[in-house]
């Protein structure tokens, strides 16, 4: 693939995905859609949000092709556009452990250098 091409899919990415994954509730409304299609009501008991905030972030959920809504009958019930999106968070999720872990047998080991160095 050519730097260019790379550089465009990156940008587009960034502002589609990553924008609409910055912020940490909407990951939780994904997450909660994953089980099932759901209303703004579940979704907003479920996540403990309120129901303006939840239809908030589905509206951006919405906007960047993540999510979609359809009527059913008064309500409107909304599900993913595509699960691939859990898969890619679950190995978000890994990452970040993994991350964690290495920096924690780090901080402890320094310790460790430390006393040996001084005897």
Request: one cysteine or more; charged letters at 20%.
């Amino acid at each position: 693939m050519n730097n260019a091409k790379l550089s465009a899919e990156i940008t587009q990415l960034h502002a589609d995905i990553c924008s609409a994954l910055g912020d940490p509730n909407r990951i939780l409304i994904l997450y909660a859609l994953s089980e099932s299609p759901r209303t703004v009501g579940d979704i907003a008991a479920e996540t403990r949000l309120s129901q303006p905030a939840t239809s908030r972030h589905l509206k951006v959920l919405r906007e960047r092709g993540l999510v979609r809504a359809a009527r059913q009958g008064m309500s409107v019930e909304y599900s993913l556009n595509d699960p691939h999106i859990i898969q890619a968070l679950d190995l978000l999720r890994l990452v970040l452990r993994n991350s964690i872990a290495h920096r924690a047998s780090l901080l402890e080991n320094q310790p460790q250098t430390a006393l040996q160095e001084s005897l």
